[in-house]
């Protein structure tokens, strides 16, 4: 089975600090995502990276970056954390050729306060 | 653009009841459809999917049925369980273009009692 895992469940920040969410994947997917789940918007698409160093914008990416040093690991980065970035974010991992049929980590619940 | 529209939730249901969760996508083209399950404290799993009209994914007990006709595709299942009790989401993939774009309904909570 694939497994995705993030580091952490839940996470408390202040306004203003910079904040790294990672992702590891254990199954040599190329495709690495990240998504950021609100309740009534559903999901969308922050980042998304198809091969080390490479990376793509999504939906919405402005106040995030990104960085993908190795295959398996897939970072999320808050320049400067701000309170409408409190939000469930979610990593996913699939492969090159079946994009769309994406496994999800557990999610981290990240509060800025 | 694309769009994908799931029934209001919350919805409730008792154990071996009929489910439908209704969906309705705007896409240009042929895209691919797609129900995703979140079980309560886990990331998001593929549950069925199809990739043309009338095509049906089926997959533990639930179906959808790719209905062009209607832009539907609709998710039943005959008889729930309350291990059925997560949140559903309807996606697209548009037809043509880059193989991994998901466009995703908001979702749609069931509980099911025993």
């Known amino acids: 089975d694939v497994k995705v895992t993030q580091s952490s469940r839940y996470l408390v920040k202040r306004t203003g600090e910079k904040v790294f969410l990672e992702c590891v994947q254990d199954?040599?997917?190329?495709?690495m995502f990240w998504y950021r789940q609100d309740p009534g918007l559903g999901l969308r698409l922050i980042y998304f990276s198809y091969d080390v160093k490479m990376k793509e914008k999504g939906d919405i990416p402005e106040g995030y970056s990104v960085s993908r040093e190795k295959k398996e690991r897939f970072s999320l980065i808050l320049e400067s954390a701000s309170t409408n970035q409190t939000s469930m974010y979610l990593c996913?991992?699939?492969?090159?050729?079946?994009?769309?049929?994406?496994?999800f980590g557990p999610g981290t619940r990240l509060t800025v306060t | 653009g694309n769009s994908v529209t799931q029934m209001e939730g919350p919805v409730t249901l008792s154990e071996e009841a009929f489910l439908t969760i209704n969906c309705t996508y705007t896409a240009t083209g042929y895209p691919s459809l797609f129900w995703y399950v979140q079980y309560p404290g886990e990331g998001l799993q593929l549950l069925l999917k199809?990739?043309?009209?009338?095509d049906k994914g089926s997959n533990k007990g639930f179906e959808a049925t790719y209905r062009k006709e209607t832009t539907s595709f609709h998710l039943e299942k005959g008889s729930v369980q309350v291990s059925d009790s997560a949140v559903y989401f309807c996606a697209l993939r548009p037809g043509g273009g880059s193989n991994y774009k998901l466009t995703f309904g908001k979702g749609t909570l069931l509980t099911v009692n025993p």
């Open positions: 996913a991992s699939s492969l090159l050729s079946k994009g769309s049929e994406q496994y």
């Open positions: 199954m040599d997917h190329e495709n």
């Open positions: 199809a990739t043309k009209a009338d």
